[in-house]
């Protein structure tokens, strides 16, 4: 079972920035963050693949960008932060190298806290 470790969450006005980091114990082909509103279900935000292919939600497009660090790294660059970007955000792996925010993800993270004030 793959350990994830996220950090990076914090508060920031609206307009700012974050930068989400996870840890991976070993390289997982399929990685990606998802994030929970309190009282709703937890909702793909941007998922990356083996390859480098990156899939997004529509309501983060052009704002949130996926990246990988060295292998074991997973970020997510967060710009032009909205109120209702607040939530819980979690990292997610999978051993799949076909990957998108609709895939099943087995192995999570505790999650990192978002805030974004208006």
């Known amino acids: 079972q793959v350990q994830l470790v996220e950090s990076g969450g914090g508060s920031v006005q609206a307009g700012g920035s974050l930068r989400l980091s996870c840890a991976a114990s070993?390289?997982?082909?399929?990685m990606g963050w998802f994030r929970q509103f309190p009282g709703k279900e937890r909702e793909g935000v941007a998922a990356?693949?083996?390859?480098?292919?990156t899939s997004y939600a529509d309501s983060v497009k052009g704002r949130f960008t996926i990246s990988r660090g060295n292998l074991a790294t997973l970020y997510l660059e967060m710009n032009s932060l909205k109120p209702e970007d607040t939530a819980m955000y979690y990292c997610a792996a999978a051993p799949q190298s076909d990957c998108h925010i609709r895939s099943y993800f087995r192995s999570w993270g505790q999650g990192t806290q978002v805030i974004v004030s208006s």
């Open positions: 990356i693949g083996g390859g480098g292919v």
């Open positions: 070993v390289y997982m082909p399929c």
